[in-house]
């Protein structure tokens, strides 16, 4: 199914998602967390692509048998920052064979080791090229409420997030954010500047004080001093961060519901706990 025709309706959705293995070996154990993840019938799951292309044979099969054997709608990602035209022509007609009807199209965060695409800089690059390629698919974009790190300013990055949807996306899914209001001020910005697609406001369940170092630290977002405070207190114990961490997320998704923001993308992590624990905290909401 495509996704868009997922969010056309504008209730209330949840979608997941997942990264694939870097080396096969472990694929069996993703497969099995991921499959865990989709027995809680999300919407729809994503799957990562390593920027680099290094896990583009298990996205691809991952996101297959996801679909196929697990029935649920799934949203492969794809990055052009170290990709050939060959290399994106073959991945979107795997894709195709493999029964996908959604990409994430992505630029990918520029590789350790400096290697570069030749044929693409930016997102949109990749957008024009899947549907000259193959206009069937329905493609979502990333987009970043505090603004991309290597942009100065954000009404340029907002007007560069304008090009990108123009260019045939049918969908955005924010970076993690931990304080609502960023979401709520990016939205009123976007929808100034002509951007009218749906929004999926990606909730990062923060579970181990690590995450905070690594993940939250990368992406450049705020934390409010209630998360800090939150991680502080509870960061020691695994248990009681796992626990808290959930309960803050369910906070946020709860917040986003009731302003009017439907449709929630969870970060899970291959994490099927932390997945059930968020989708608790809003069945009833979610109607089930
Ligand atoms: C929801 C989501 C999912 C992600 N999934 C993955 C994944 O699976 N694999 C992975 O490797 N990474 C992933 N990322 C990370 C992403 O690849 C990085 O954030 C990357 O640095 C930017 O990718 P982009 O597609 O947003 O790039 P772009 O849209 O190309 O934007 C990147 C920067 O370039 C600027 N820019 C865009 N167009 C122009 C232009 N025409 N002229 C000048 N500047 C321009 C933008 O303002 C921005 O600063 C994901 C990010 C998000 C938010």
Redesign the pocket.
């Known amino acids: 199914m495509k996704i868009s025709d997922i969010l056309k309706d504008n209730e209330v959705t949840l979608s997941f ?1 997942v ?1 694939p293995p870097k080396t096969d070996a472990l694929f069996d154990s993703v497969e099995k967390a991921a499959g865990d993840i989709a027995a809680l019938k999300p919407h729809f799951m ?1 799957v ?4 680099g292309g290094n896990t583009a044979s298990n996205t691809a099969e991952l996101a297959e048998r996801l679909q196929k054997q697990h029935d649920v709608t799934v949203l492969a ?1 794809l ?1 052009c ?1 170290a990709a050939s035209r060959d290399d994106v022509k073959k991945m979107v007609q795997t894709y195709r064979a493999k029964g996908i009807e959604n990409i ?7 590789p350790k080791d400096g290697r570069k695409s030749e044929d693409y ?4 690059d990749l957008i024009r090229d899947i549907r000259a390629i193959d206009d069937s698919f329905c493609i979502g ?4 409420p505090e ?5 100065e300013r954000q009404s ?2 907002i007007r ?2 304008k ?2 949807v123009d260019a045939g996306c049918s969908f955005l ?3 993690m954010f931990f304080d609502n209001n960023v979401l709520y001020n990016f939205l009123y910005r976007i929808r100034e500047a002509g951007i009218e697609v749906p929004v999926l406001p ?1 909730i990062m369940p923060i579970t181990n004080r690590k995450q905070v170092s690594r993940s939250v630290a990368l992406s450049g977002a705020t934390i409010p001093q209630r998360f800090r405070t939150m991680v502080d207190r509870f960061g020691d114990d695994p248990r009681q961060m796992q626990q808290a961490g959930i309960i803050y997320a369910a906070e946020q998704i709860v917040d986003l519901i009731a302003n009017g923001v439907n449709h929630i ?1 969870v970060y899970s992590m291959n994490k099927p706990e932390i997945a059930a624990g968020i989708l608790d905290s809003f069945s009833a909401i979610l109607g089930r």
Not at 48 to 51: I, K, L
Not at 104 to 110: Q, V
Not at 121 to 124: E, F, G, L, M, S
Request: a negative charge; charged letters at 20%.
């Open positions: 998602e990264f994503s990562t692509y390593g920027a990602h990055t920052v994430m199209a992505l630029r990918g965060d520029i800089v930016h997102a949109i974009g990333a987009c970043y603004g991309h790190v290597e942009c340029e990055d560069h997030l090009d990108k899914t924010t970076q990606g993308h």
